[in-house]
Structures are given as structure tokens and as C-alpha cells.
């Protein structure tokens, strides 16, 4: 017996009520998870759909700019990346960006419930993750959140595998 998780949302349109206190203008509202995914891809989200970005956009959109203000370096992303998310054409720009240190947001995934409060990835890092997915014919996934990070290790496997792949 398949079981459907319901997601309840909860929207407190007044919060002027004390702890402990229901506010009269509380409501809640029940869906399961089919109106979920619906309401996702009709944009009805504050998170962002993988859908409308490329892994190059994506990474672009991640970056951390030197004056930006912001407490926690986060985005919120549904952990649903298409198949073959990553494609050819992508690999020669991504390939460019192994060696970023430029900072980036963290990816998390709006179903966890931990957010990487003090860390940040890199745009080497993002290269590094799509690129794998892409040789290892994988799908892209976040799990609950990445951080990723370029490595020297890392950059230097890429690499051997992208001359073998141009030989």
C-alpha cells in the first residue's frame, strides 16, 4: 500500500498573537504530494526549480558577490534535476571553472532541516560536482544540501579524464 505523505502548510496571515495563542486568522491548508509537484512547476515556490537553469546559469546565479551582505549563504533548490541535466555543450565551459575559488552559496534542499550556517562552496566546486555527474552518466542530486569545494585532487582527476575523452 502505497502511502502519500500529506504537506501541510501553514500560513499565519497575523502574528500578532502571543506564543501559545491559535490566531483566528490562522488557516491551514492539507494537499498531497502530486498538487505539491504541481503547484512547484507552475512556480507557486520560493524555492528554485532546476527546470529553468542550466548548470552554467545555476552557477552563475550561486555566486557570491564581494560586497553582498547576506548572514547565511544559502539557496534553496528542489532536489528534482532533470535526467541528462548536464549536457555536452556544457562540459567545455565547466571545464574552465574546475580552478574557482570563487565563493558561492550552498545548496539545500527545502526538505532539510539543516542549513550549512557557516560554510560556503566555490564555482570550482559546482564545475567539479556537474562535471561527475555528467562523465559518470549520473544524475545531478543535492541530498538534503551540498557545499561543494574545488580540490587539487579533484581538478587534477577532471582533467585526466577530459584529455583521454580528447585524445
Known amino acids: 500500500m502505497k502511502i502519500i505523505s500529506k504537506i501541510i502548510i501553514i500560513w499565519v496571515v497575523l502574528s500578532g498573537a502571543a506564543l501559545g495563542q491559535v490566531s483566528p486568522n490562522m488557516s491551514i491548508e492539507i ?6 509537484a504541481e503547484r512547484m512547476s507552475r512556480g507557486n515556490s520560493n524555492w528554485l526549480n532546476p527546470d529553468y537553469y542550466t548548470p ?21 533548490i528542489m532536489d528534482e534535476f532533470p535526467d541528462d ?7 567545455e565551459t565547466l571545464m574552465t571553472m574546475v580552478e574557482s575559488t570563487q565563493k558561492c552559496d550552498c545548496l539545500v534542499n527545502p526538505l532539510s532541516s539543516n542549513i550549512p550556517t557557516e560554510e560556503d562552496a566555490d564555482v570550482g ?14 544524475k545531478v542530486s543535492i541530498g538534503y544540501y551540498i557545499c561543494p569545494k574545488t580540490s587539487p585532487e579533484e581538478v587534477e582527476e577532471i582533467r585526466n579524464w577530459w584529455n583521454e575523452v580528447n585524445k
Do not use: C, P
Open 31 to 36: 494537499i498531497d504530494e502530486k498538487e505539491n
Open 56 to 76: 552554467l546559469s545555476l552557477i552563475q546565479h550561486l555566486m557570491i558577490e564581494e560586497n553582498r551582505t547576506k548572514e547565511v549563504n544559502v539557496t534553496t
Open 85 to 91: 541535466w548536464v549536457t555536452k555543450s556544457d562540459i
Open 125 to 138: 566546486g559546482y564545475a567539479i560536482k556537474f562535471l561527475n555527474a555528467f562523465r559518470n552518466q549520473e
